[in-house]
Nanobody
Framework: QVQLVESGGGLVQPGGSLRLSCAAS????????MGWYRQTPGKERELVAY???????NYADSVKGRFTISRDNAKNTVYLQMNSLKPEDTAVYSC??????????????WGQGTQVTVSS
């Protein structure tokens, strides 16, 4: 069993930055990929980004060039650096871990989510 705890959400003005963190309990190094999803009311949860055990990354088109995902294996932690934030980035952001195979990320465990609000 893996437990995930996110932090770093909050209110930021358009054009600002935030960094989300997600710490995983239990050893996941070399086993699981890690990712971030987001969801707004009335919409399906969407993948924001993921990073594999080898460091390969993948981003949603809507955040490419603005968001950066990274992981610290020594700390079992994944980060999401969000720059040039837009009001449409407002959502509950959840981290996840899970296996990566057949060219696809398969989230298995989820954090509780953290609210990000981009507004002036």
């Amino acid at each position: 069993q893996v437990q995930l705890v996110e932090s770093g959400g909050g209110l930021v003005q358009p054009g600002g930055s935030l960094r989300l963190s997600c710490a995983a309990s239990g050893s996941i190094v070399g086993i699981y990929a890690m990712g971030w999803y987001r969801q707004t009311p009335g919409k399906e949860r969407e993948l924001v980004a993921y990073i594999t055990t080898t460091g390969s990354t993948n981003y949603a088109d809507s955040v490419k060039g603005r968001f950066t995902i990274s992981r610290d294996n020594a700390k079992n932690t994944v980060y999401l650096q969000m720059n040039s934030l837009k009001p449409e980035d407002t959502a509950v952001y959840s981290c996840s871990v899970g296996p990566y195979y057949s060219g696809t990320y398969h989230p298995r465990y989820w954090g509780q989510g953290t609210q990000v609000t981009v507004s002036s």
